[in-house]
């Protein structure tokens, strides 16, 4: 497996861990374990926790962007698209990233 399809396994299991437990809950044992991958292959990748989790978050943004230009650029009726601009984000939100999406709702503590 070369670096960038492990870069993906760790990425999309520990978004299905962060998702279940949350980020205080979840740990790099549990990431590794669902990974089958060691703790220290893990930290190969990411330096910590916080980076992967940081770069779930940049990697959904890159996703949020390119579904949401794809939309609204392929609409060409100027008041659909305003339509899709403004809500579009909220459904690319509820619908690819839920976790994303919890995060956003939940109180500040």
Known sequence: MNKKDKKKLIRDSSYEIFKKYGYD?????????????????????????????????????????????????NETDPIQRFKLFITEPFNILIDKAPMIWKILNEPIS
Do not use: V
């Open 25 to 73: 809950k979840t740990t790099m044992n549990e990431i590794a374990e669902e990974t089958c991958l060691s703790k220290s292959a893990l930290y190969y990748y990411y330096e910590s926790k916080e980076d992967l989790f940081l770069d779930l978050i940049l990697h959904g943004k890159i996703l949020f962007q390119r579904e949401l230009r794809t939309k609204i650029y």
